[in-house]
Every structure is written in structure tokens, then in C-alpha cells.
């Protein structure tokens, strides 16, 4: 059974620093792993999508990692902006077309 | 295109009653998915269908069945709705789009039962 954790659960960051969310997950037999972003009331934007077979995807200042074999993924966010701030979420996609997503990381930048 | 669409927007139940929340896609995608989301938290997986025909249990599927009617559309019915059902259900479909493969979401659904 897939499970998917995400810590820290909340983080304040002072604008302009560098800082890396974390995500883990139980079963390495994964297709993808993607990163989303919640705004409060709002839906999910897609930010990285990175396959099984890829060990990093970049979009601007934002950087993912992939090591399957350890269960681990990382976003890093370069330059912290208020309008960073907001929910991370990562989701698990296994071979069966299952999703799995954690319980996210919700991200504070002060200005 | 309007991608994933989901009806209601908002609904308020009592406790016993039951409703079915509707999403279609007009993306061609084969995999289909239900989640609901409480406050602080985040999505957990109800039930998903791979393709047309088939319908999967996820992480939470107590309380709730699914029909995958067809491609398009794939619903997700309360028999007796209970108050922790209470939450924000979001259907979602996986696939191509421009080129990049991801996950699309409808703009949810607030149910509240009283």
C-alpha cells in the first residue's frame, strides 16, 4: 500500500531565501511523481511532473528531484516571493493509474 | 473546451440523505478520479477508473460507489450521507494535453451535511 508523507507540515521563510520541501513515498514501483500548488480556496496547478525514469525537472526558479530508490522527492524554490506562499502538494502515480497524494506542505514567505 | 466540469458546485444535505455528484470530460482521457479534501488537509484518493468499464477502491471508498457511465463521465454517489462526509470533492482526469501528461481537476464541489 502506497503511502505518502510530506514534511514539513508548515513553513515561514523570510522573502528571498532558498528553501527545499520534502516528499516520501512507501513503494518505489512508481510511474511519476508530480507537483502541485493549492491556493486557500482555490484548485491545484500543476508545477513539475517528473517520470520514473527522470532524476530532475526545472521550471523556473523551481527544481524537483526524483530518488526512487530511497522513496524521496524534493522541490526546491530558489528566490522566495510572497506569492510563493501556498499549499504544496506532491502526488504518487503508480502503475495502475493510482494517485496517491500527501497531506502537503503549507508555505509562508514574509516579506 | 471545458476540460473537467463537476455539478453542483455547493450542496447542503441532511444526515440520511443521498446525492450523486456528477463530473464529465471533454479531454479524451482514460483515467478518471474522485478525491475529497477536508479542511487543512490534503486530497484522498475515493474510488478512480483506469479506463471505461473499470472502477477502482482508493484510500477512502466507505460510504460512497462510483459509476464510470461512459469516457466522459464518471460519478460519485452518497447512499445515506453522514456528517463526516462533510468536505470538498474534487473529480479529476490523468492524460495528454499539449504535449505534457498530468492530472487535471475540476473546481470541486463543497458538500456540507448537517
Known amino acids: 500500500k502506497q503511502e505518502v508523507t510530506q514534511i514539513p507540515a508548515a513553513l515561514s521563510v523570510p522573502e528571498g531565501e532558498n528553501l527545499v520541501l520534502n516528499c516520501s513515498f512507501t513503494?518505489?514501483?512508481?510511474?511519476?511523481l508530480q507537483w502541485f500548488r493549492q491556493d486557500p480556496g482555490k484548485g491545484l496547478t500543476s508545477l513539475l511532473l517528473?517520470?520514473?525514469?527522470?532524476r530532475e525537472q526545472t521550471s523556473g526558479r523551481l527544481n524537483a528531484s526524483l530518488d526512487k530508490s530511497s522513496g524521496r522527492s524534493t522541490l526546491y524554490i530558489a528566490a522566495s516571493q510572497p506569492g510563493d506562499s501556498a499549499t504544496y502538494l506532491c502526488?504518487?502515480?503508480?502503475?495502475?493509474?493510482?494517485?496517491?497524494f500527501g497531506s502537503g506542505t503549507r508555505l509562508s514567505i514574509r516579506p | 473546451n471545458a476540460g473537467v466540469t463537476q455539478t453542483p458546485k455547493f450542496q447542503v444535505l441532511k444526515t440520511g440523505q443521498s446525492m450523486t455528484l456528477q463530473c464529465a470530460q471533454d479531454?479524451?482521457?482514460?483515467?478518471m478520479y474522485w478525491y475529497r479534501q477536508d479542511p487543512g488537509m490534503g486530497l484522498r484518493l475515493i474510488y478512480y477508473?483506469?479506463?471505461?468499464?473499470?472502477?477502482d477502491k482508493g484510500e477512502v471508498p466507505n460510504g460512497y460507489n462510483v459509476s464510470r457511465l461512459n469516457k466522459r463521465e464518471f460519478s460519485l454517489r452518497l447512499e445515506s450521507a453522514a456528517p463526516s462526509q462533510t468536505s470538498v470533492y474534487f473529480c479529476?482526469?490523468?492524460?495528454?494535453?499539449?504535449?505534457?501528461?498530468?492530472?487535471?481537476f475540476g473546481p470541486g464541489t463543497r458538500l456540507l451535511v448537517l
Open positions: 479529476a482526469t490523468y492524460g495528454l494535453a499539449g504535449g505534457t501528461e498530468t492530472q487535471y
Open positions: 502526488a504518487v502515480r503508480g502503475s495502475a493509474s493510482k494517485i496517491i
Open positions: 477508473s483506469a479506463s471505461e468499464g473499470t472502477t
Open positions: 513503494d518505489s514501483a512508481i510511474y511519476n
Open positions: 479531454m479524451n482521457h482514460n483515467s
Open positions: 517528473i517520470q520514473s525514469s527522470q
